[in-house]
Nanobody, 123 residues
Framework: QVQLVESGGGLVQAGDSLRLSCAASGRPIRTYTMGWFRQAPGKEREFVAGVSVIGGKTVYPDSVKGRFTISRDNARNTVYLQMNSLKPEDTAVYYC????????????????WGQGTQVTVSS
């Protein structure tokens, strides 16, 4: 089992930055593909970033490409999501997820999920 705990969310203004952290426990995440998702009220959970096991490959949807950066520190068993130039439409609960397979996927086919952290961007 892998337990994931997100932190770093909050209320910011449009154009600000936030860095989310996802601390893992239970097992080392060095063999897991890691992802970040978000879910706004009334909407489906959507993929926002993924990083490969070693960290050499990252994937982003067009909606956040160039603004969000995912990274991982396997020694600290932690994954990060740096979010810059935030927009009101980025408002959502952000979730960290771990996938035992080495493939980054943009669906919710991940094995472990955190409880989420709220990000609210005011205009």
């Amino acid at each position: 089992q892998v337990q994931l705990v997100e932190s770093g969310g909050g209320l910011v203004q449009a154009g600000d930055s936030l860095r989310l952290s996802c601390a893992a426990s239970g097992r080392p995440i060095r063999t897991y593909t890691m992802g970040w998702f978000r879910q706004a009220p009334g909407k489906e959970r959507e993929f926002v970033a993924g990083v490969s096991v070693i960290g050499g490959k990252t994937v982003y949807p067009d909606s956040v490409k160039g603004r969000f950066t995912i990274s991982r520190d396997n020694a600290r068993n932690t994954v990060y999501l740096q979010m810059n130039s935030l927009k009101p439409e980025d408002t959502a609960v952000y979730y960290c997820a771990a996938r035992a397979s080495g493939t980054i996927v943009t669906t919710t086919a991940y094995d472990y999920w955190g409880q989420g952290t709220q990000v609210t961007v005011s205009s």
